[in-house]
């Protein structure tokens, strides 16, 4: 279903940090077989959060791209390990680093040989977090892309907190000039492990495709 609304990436957290130590932690080496054989069934790139020095080399054998989460934005021995594989990474802003700090990051990777940076704004620390999890800045969006050569994508989903915001962000992000989203989707909401509160059903996912490809068409781009 995915695949057939457009998306061209999996990604599944075998490793996921949480603020509780008690909730779920991902499923660690079982979680990146499991996503590599669905990947290599289903034909789509596959993306995971690399936490660790330690879990690095597995990770580049499981995954196609490496994600390194908002909390490790500045881990820069991790950076500086990561720009030594070659290995395409996802490099998220953290939710207090300024674009500048977060464009300093993605220059550990870069200048320790690894030119395979994808950068995702992700939101910034809430005024009102009564509302959302976090703000999302789509005004770095064409900042990152004007002080940089990087593509640039976006999270809805992480930033927002509620699924009921997902749809209207993703027009605002495409509409702005992202290269590209991070959508979480699952096919029973209510009972995923995590993150269930943000995340769309397929149908409402198939159903944000299409409004997005008429928005790419408004404003000139193809998705």
């Known amino acids: 279903?995915?695949?057939?609304?457009?998306?061209?990436?999996?990604?599944?957290?075998?490793?996921?940090?949480?603020?509780?130590p008690y909730s779920f932690q991902g499923l660690g080496l079982d979680g990146l077989k499991i996503l590599k054989r669905v990947g290599e069934e289903t034909g789509l790139v596959t993306?995971?959060?690399?936490?660790?020095q330690h879990d690095l080399a597995d990770v580049v054998e499981h995954a196609d791209?490496?994600?390194?989460?908002?909390?490790n934005m500045q881990n820069y021995p991790l950076l500086i390990a990561i720009g030594q594989t070659k290995h395409p990474v996802l490099l998220k802003r953290g939710p207090s680093a300024t674009i500048d700090e977060w464009l300093l990051a993605a220059e550990y990777i870069l200048s320790h040989g690894n030119p395979n940076v994808i950068l995702c704004e992700r939101g910034v620390h809430p005024l009102d977090r009564g509302h959302v999890r976090?703000?999302?800045?789509?005004?770095a969006v064409p900042v990152a892309k004007f002080l940089s050569h990087l593509p640039v994508i976006v999270d809805p989903s992480h930033s927002s907190g509620?699924?009921?915001y997902v749809p209207a962000m993703s027009k605002a992000a495409i509409a702005v000039g992202a290269d590209g989203l991070i959508v979480e989707i699952?096919?029973?909401?209510?009972?995923?492990?995590?993150?269930?509160?943000?995340?769309?059903s397929l149908d409402t996912f198939a159903d944000m495709m299409k409004?997005?490809?008429?928005?790419?068409?408004?404003?000139g781009r193809t998705l």
């Open 47 to 52: 993306v995971t959060e690399v936490l660790d």
């Open 1 to 20: 279903v995915v695949k057939a609304s457009g998306g061209k990436v999996l990604r599944g957290g075998a490793f996921k940090p949480r603020t509780s």
């Open 211 to 219: 409004e997005l490809s008429a928005v790419a068409t408004a404003v």
């Open 186 to 200: 699952h096919p029973d909401p209510k009972n995923a492990v995590c993150d269930g509160a943000s995340t769309l």
């Open 65 to 71: 791209i490496l994600q390194i989460g908002a909390r």
């Open 134 to 139: 976090y703000t999302l800045d789509l005004s």
């Open 162 to 164: 509620y699924s009921r």
